[in-house]
């Protein structure tokens, strides 16, 4: 072998080195989603209809959601509550649309209802049964819990003390004030003592027991025992009643008033028998347009982040809502104040599946003990009324 041959051959082979330690350590420092060079990281439409402060923390906690998955861009789209459901329909129906929703309970039921939503994609284990029922039609999970409410019986603890039972209270002077006398602010008292919407799969808004605790709101209201009134929360504030039904997420104003105040669960009147129905509750959902296989795992580490405790919490400090998560009322913040009393009453809230039949009877209640209150009508008449209107909406066809 010459050494020219020799020479030729030594620099090949090292130029083949070179080229597979080239190959080797590029092969070693692949590109990482979200990095410079690397994959575009996924980008998750988000539609909300929260407004002032809880938008402004909603989008601080987003900021956050990035900056520790910088392989998901959050994009924000505020959408008026009552605009929503329509806006989505006809965006879904250009193939358009959020990924993810979040809205009302009630919001959610009607994109339900027209087949714009996508089963959850992420499961929640902290849920609350009844918050994670409420989204369940069918029994499939169609959005998660994220914000929600429960009534709470108030007292000042400067001028009142701890009922006993209704009897108690109700003896009181000065009564008791709410700002309105429906189903959702009295459930408690109302199962508590026998009241039923349905009765072996059909409607029983006239039953017997439902006539009576009309006949004893009546009779409490006809008394000035029972004092329904729009300011109630300001008359409570300002010492002018002893006791005020309000949501578990009203204590906070109280608190900023320097309103002395204690909380109980309405159903401790009841003998611990009523389940209270929740408030205004928020959730996550899923569009079924843009709910896709590739966007999944994007999908997953937005709602796992939004449903934290720490992000409903900071939620919770901005706005009007308290967390669903049930590990909130687990942390050190949760221990005092109003958060005990409401995660006693969150947690045996009534269960209702989001297609319940009950959902769609409550209005009418909520009108005929209205008309029954106002001298309308007798509480017979009025709940005969609502059964006969309770009949035709169940037996309508496409109905539960």
């Not at 027209?114 to 369940?136: C, H, I, M, N, W």
């Not at 017997?208 to 009779?219: D, E, G, I, K």
């Not at 104003?253 to 204690?262: H, I």
């Not at 109003?338 to 269960?351: G, I, R, T, Y």
Request: proline letters at 6%; a neutral charge; charged letters at 15%.
């Amino acid at each position: 072998m010459t050494s020219q041959s020799y020479l030729r051959r030594t620099i090949a082979l090292w130029f083949c080195i070179i080229i597979l330690v080239i190959v080797a350590t590029g092969c070693a420092k692949l590109p990482q989603t979200g990095q410079p060079g690397g994959p575009a990281p996924a980008v998750v439409d988000v539609w909300h209809s929260l407004q002032g402060a809880e938008a402004d923390a909603l989008q601080v906690q987003v900021q956050a959601i990035m900056k520790s998955h910088p392989e998901v861009i959050i994009k924000l789209k505020y959408v008026p509550e009552q605009n929503f459901v329509a806006f989505s329909y006809q965006a879904e129906a250009g193939g358009e649309g959020p990924e993810i929703f979040l809205a009302r309970r009630e919001i959610i039921r009607q994109l339900y209802e027209q087949g714009s939503l996508a089963k959850a994609v992420y499961t929640d284990q902290e849920g609350f049964p009844a918050a994670l029922a409420s989204f369940r039609f069918g029994g499939v999970e169609y959005a998660l819990p994220w914000l929600t409410d429960v009534p709470l019986l108030y007292f000042r603890t400067d001028t009142a003390g701890v009922p006993a039972s209704l009897a108690d209270l109700f003896s009181t002077k000065g009564g008791v004030s709410v700002a309105s006398a429906d189903t959702a602010t009295l459930s408690a008292w109302w199962n508590g003592q026998g009241g039923r919407l349905m009765n072996g799969g059909n409607p029983a808004m006239d039953d017997p027991s439902n006539v009576a605790f009309l006949q004893q709101l009546l009779t409490w209201r006809n008394a000035k025992a029972l004092r329904i009134e729009p300011t109630a929360l300001t008359a409570f504030a300002s010492g002018q009643t002893p006791y005020v039904i309000a949501g578990a997420s009203q204590a906070s104003l109280l608190t900023q008033q320097n309103v002395p105040w204690g909380s109980m669960q309405l159903a401790d009147l009841v003998s611990g028998q009523g389940k209270p129905l929740l408030g205004m509750t928020l959730g996550i959902a899923n569009s079924e347009i843009k709910t896709k296989e590739a966007m999944m795992p994007a999908i997953q580490i937005v709602e796992k982040a939004l449903l934290t405790p720490e992000v409903e919490g900071a939620l919770l400090k901005a706005g009007r809502l308290l967390p669903a998560n049930m590990g909130y009322y687990q942390s050190a913040e949760a221990q005092k104040g109003v958060f005990p009393q409401a995660n006693l009453a969150l947690s045996k809230a009534l269960v209702l599946e989001g297609n319940a039949p009950e959902w769609k009877l409550i209005p009418l209640q909520d009108t005929a003990w209205n008309n029954a209150l106002a001298g309308n009508a007798t509480p017979q008449d009025a709940l005969a009324s609502g059964q006969g209107q309770a009949v035709k909406i169940i037996s309508a066809k496409g109905q539960p």
